[in-house]
C-alpha cells in the first residue's frame, strides 16, 4: 500500500539496524510513549532486531489503561441507566472496573453501543430522541479534537439529549511525573506521533531542556520506529538533549492549529487519576462551564463516585516503564486477554497485551 | 483451574473478571471465548469420540452389519445469523449453504444433502425471503447439493434481528481419504487458498461501518469441487480447514493444537486484497483474525505441495492460493511468523471480539 508498504521495507530497516549498531558504544533505555508504538514494536519482532545495549520501555500512552477505575465504575453506573444509550469506541467495553466491565452491563441488558467516532454518537441522539446518548470520551490529545467537535456538533443541531463522560490525559504531565519520580530510569523518549500530529512539539522542548533528555517525535511503522531510536542514540552518545522530529511527513512544531483552537473553546487542564498512577495535577482536560450542559458527569449525578484501587497492581509501574509485563506473576498465568485482571492486558494498546499477544515469553 | 485454585485478588492487578456467568458477545467470535465454551459448556455433557475430535464436520463410521459396510459420513451444522441480510458478494441464504457445504468437504467428504431450518421475525417482508431461498438454490446448485428437509418458526417482532437460518449438511467420505486437524506433521507445507479478510470487510462496509466505499466483495463460495480437484491430485493431504470466524490465525491455531506441531507463516507471502489492509489499517485491525467464508487452508506432504498449489491455480476459487509457511516440530502447539522485517513472532488465536482501535 503507498505510504505504508515503503515504512516497512526489510532492507532499509536493516539499514538503520546498522547503523545504530554502529553508533550505540553503552546501554541506554528507551521509553516509547504510545501504545501504539509498543504493539508495533512487538509485532515486527524489533526488539529482537536491536543491539543488546538498547532496552526499550513502555510508556503509559495506552488511553484505556489509564482511564481511572473510578471513570469506568462512573460509566458502568450511567451505561446500567434504562433510559440511556452509551456509546464507546470498542476496547473500552472490556475494561474491568469494580466487579463489572460495560459487556457485562451490555449482557444484562444495558444499551451499550461501538462506535467509531464521536459523530456517530450525536446520529444515534438525533434518531433516539427519546434516549439519553452518553459518549465516553477516553484519549490523550489524539481524540480530543473530534471529540470536541462533537459537541459543537450538538449544539449547532440542537441535540439535547448527548452528553460526554470525559477522560482527556496528555501527554506532557506523565513525561513530566516519569523524570521526576525517583525510580525513574528512562534516558530518552520516542514521543508519540499521532499526539504530536494535533499538538506540535512545541510543548517538550522545556521538559527536554529541564531534565536534559532526547525528545525524538516517531511514528508507527518499523522504519519509523528504527529512524527514532536512531536518532535518540544519536543524541545520547553525543550527550545531546534536544527535541528532534522524526516524524516529519505528518508532524510541524506547532501541529494542527485548528484543532488545538476546537480544543482550548471545549476543554480546561484540570487535575486527573491515571489507572495504576494516582492523580497526576493538571494533567487531564475537563468541559469548560460553558459546555457543562454537555457533561454526563453533572447530568447523571455521578460525580460522587469514588473507588480506589489496590496499590499493589503494577500496571502503574509498566506504565511508567519501571518494570516489565513478565515480571508480574499473574502475566500470562491468571491474567490473560480473556480474563484480563488489569487494563494493560486489555486494551490492544496494552504493553502486556501486546507481551501476550506476540511474544507470551 | 488456576483462577479456581489461587486467589490472586489483592496481590496484582484490582480487579478480576471473568465471563463465566453471561454470554458476551466475545462467545460468538470463534476466538478463545468460543473455544472456551465448547470445551467447558458443550463438551463435557455431549463427550463422545467423534465431537472429541473437534473438526469441521464430525466423522462417522457405522458399524458393518451383515456382510454390508457403510461408506463413513461426514455431519455439520452451522447457524447464521448475519447482518446485514444481504451484503456485497452475498447474502445469508448463500452463506448458510456455503458455510455446511465447506464444513462437510473440510474432511475430504463429497456433501449430498442439506436441511435448514429458519427462524422468522414477525413482519419480516416475503419478498426478502423469497430472495434468501433463492439464494440458497443457486448455491446448491453450484455445489452440487440438495436442499432435502427444513423446518420454519416466526418470533414476535423485536425477538430476533430478520432472519436466522441454520443448516445441517451430510456427506460421504470416499475411501482411502483421511483428512483432519491432527493429522498435520512436521516438513508439511501450508497452503492458502486466496486472500484473507475478504468477508469480513465487506460485511463491516455493508453494515456502514467503514467510513470510506471499495468495491470490495465477500469471498463466500463452496470450496468442495476444489477439494475434490486436490484430492484426486494427491494422496498427501492432512489437513483442509476454512478460515471463517476468527480468521486465519485462529484456525492455523487449532491446527498447531490438534496436531501438536508448530506452525510457521511467512507474512509476506500472505495474499491480502490492498483494499482488506487499507480497511484493516485505518480500524486498526489484523488481518489475519478477520473472517473468511470462501477460502480454505491445505497442510499436505512436501513432495506434493507444487502440484496441489498448480491444482488449486486452475480452479475458480484458488486462482490465487499461494503457499504460506511450513509445519515444523517445536515449539508444539504454536503459531509463528517470519515478519517482513525479519524478526519472528508468536500468531495467537483471537481473543473476544474483533475491536476497532482507538487512534
Redesign the interface.
Known sequence: MKYLSEYREASLVQAILGEIQRVVTKPWVIMEICGGQTHAIMRYGLDQLLPPEIELVHGPGCPVCVTSLELIDKAISIASNPGVIFTSYGDMLRVPGTGRDLFSVRASGGDVRVVYSPLDAIKIAQQNPDKEVVFFAIGFETTAPANAMSILQAKDLRVENYSMLVSHVRVPPAMETILSSPENRVQGFLAAGHVCTVMGYWEYLPLAQKYHIPIVVTGFEPLDLVQGILMTIQQLEAHRAEVENAYSRLVSLKGNTEAQMVITELFMDCDRKWRGIGSIPLSGWCLREKYSYYDAEQRFSVKQITSEESPLCIAGQILQGVRKPFECSAYGTICTPEHPLGATMVSSEGACAAYYKYSQV | M??ES?S?Q??????????ND?????HGSGG??SH?LFNKIFLPPFNNPILHAANDAGLIQLSDQEGISFPRLAFSTDAHVVSPLFFPGGDIGKLSVCGTVNDVAMIGATPLFISAGFILEEGLEISVLEKVVQSMQNAAQEAAVLVVAGDTKVVQRGKADGLYITTAGIGIIPPGINIGGEKAQPDDIVILSGTIGDHGIAVLQARD?L?FQTDLKSDIAPLNHLIQNILLSSQHIHVLRDPTRGGLATSLNEIAQQSKICIELEESKIPIK?EV??AC?M??FDPLYVANEGKLIAIVAPEDAEKILDVMHSTRYGEEASIIGKVKAVPQSRVLMR????????V?ML???L?????
Open positions: 488456576a483462577e489461587i490472586y489483592g496481590l496484582v492487578c484490582p480487579v478480576p473478571l471473568s465471563h453471561r454470554i458476551v458477545l466475545g478463545r471465548l472456551d461501518e467510513g490492498p489492509s487499507a489499517e480500524l486498526g515478519t517482513v522485517i525479519g524478526s519472528t513472532r508468536v495467537d481473543s473476544g471480539e475491536l476497532p482501535r482507538i487512534c
